[in-house]
């Protein structure tokens, strides 16, 4: 396909449309920047499957971010950053930014954080990533750490205020509850939308830190520190591409992007 | 890999693990017959993608068992039965026998069967391919469809006795037991193993039919038909070929095939 936009874009990927949240995110705390948004919908989940597979998906996905001449590239999804970060930073020269950095430092902001709770995919909990990056920066931090694989699904059928979701969230989260978690980190793209629910569950006693608005913050820093920041004038654009069409994946993408999406290609990887 | 069996196996293969249902139920039937089964688990699941990529996954794999000299294809996944199997007919000339033929005789074979409810994924659902062949072939009978994409997510958790399962199916079912369903047909490999509560849901007035175990007959009297059911002596053997392998898919595998699954192998497609 043609992009409008090339030399200079942001790039930004993940296994499906639950990164446009982190799209959002990014468009409002830097409106200038033009994104080239890459979707894998002919492969998602990533969260299911082997480190091996996600990092040669991902990197399939960095391949295709790079032909489009982006000046960096966010990884807008958690499995992907856990399991193939490393690796994609030491393959390529283009800054790769992921969202793991960011939702631990949004943990550590608050210097009271003692117990903290992790949602995740099944992969992302599997690759103990986050408890890494935590228990690395703050000592005696108590982690607890829990795989929620029926969430993405949840989100993905707009059953924000259904029963069986708050069912379903209060067996992943009521034992978290009884551990005494201060932090809730939201370690999925999906979550964010499930924030209502989640402060009723919680009855406002738990700090929700989410990885989508956080790493929008944490691109600025670091865009800001390698002096890559748009300095043009005007909104920057953005287009998404995705490996597979369907309505269902135009109709979410509407709702992780809280507005009609601009149109949407389908282009093909390798 | 090397294949244990090659000239004479059966191939089956499904976008995952939930086919393993099919294969119980073809090794209960066909102890004889040596199965060559393929699980596309690196880009599961294929119920909610577009109608052309679940064509060219099908495709790719139908050329995979073929490279390894099966003498018939089922094909044990409903979304690719409904999207691809037109295609794959015209296309080879092996014996290519999908799930949906088999469901469809199932439920006609009660003369009664008047009102027919019908649970699927989205692409299954969308397909109108059971709803086309229902309603071909028995005029006046009243078809309602709905798509059920949270159920493969809870089997595949094991979620089989929860109360949000419960709910979920109520929220599924009950406005088909309100239009007065008399039969249910499940139309994802899946679902099998949701059969004791949907009992429970439909108190034991409906007729519960299962595309699983009725593909297993449908294969028997095809085969016997083309000459090619197997008269050797002793068990065939199983092979298992996934194109991503993980802790996982393994557990999955042995629930689906209620039984320790033989050595899993990962293989490449294409």
């Known amino acids: 396909m043609t992009w409008l936009v090339n030399c200079g874009a942001l790039g930004i990927f ?48 960095v391949r295709y971010l790079l032909q489009h001449d982006v000046k960096a590239v966010v990884v807008a999804c958690n499995t992907a950053t856990a399991h193939a970060l490393p690796m ?8 790769i930014i992921g969202v793991i950095e960011a939702g631990v430092e949004a943990v550590l902001a608050d210097p009271n954080s003692q117990r903290v709770g992790i949602i995740a995919t099944r992969g992302t909990i599997a690759s103990h990533a986050y408890q890494h990056a935590l228990a690395q920066r703050r000592t005696g931090l108590r982690i607890i750490a829990q795989a929620t694989p029926l969430l993405v699904p949840l989100v993905e059928e707009n059953w924000l205020n259904e029963e069986a979701t708050k069912l379903v969230l209060q067996k992943y989260i009521s034992p978290m509850l009884d551990k005494g978690i201060d932090t809730l980190l939201l370690a999925c793209t999906h979550y964010p939308l499930l924030v209502p629910m989640l402060q009723e569950i919680t009855a406002g006693a738990v700090r929700i830190v989410d990885s989508a608005t956080t790493c929008a913050e944490h691109l600025r820093r670091e865009l800001l520190r390698l002096d890559l920041l748009n300095e043009g004038e005007g909104d920057g654009i953005l287009q998404i591409g995705l490996t597979d069409l369907s309505e269902q994946f135009e109709e979410l993408a509407e709702r992780f992007l809280r507005r009609l999406p601009p149109r949407i290609t389908r282009v093909e990887l390798g």
């Open 14 to 61: 993940d296994s499906g449309v639950g990164g446009l949240t982190v799209v959002r995110a990014v468009q409002e705390l830097l409106p200038r920047e033009a994104i080239i948004y890459l979707g894998d919908t002919a492969r998602v989940p990533y969260g299911s499957k082997s480190p091996e597979t996600i990092r040669r998906f991902s990197d399939e996905d």
């Open 88 to 95: 994609l930073e030491q393959k390529y020269r283009v800054p």
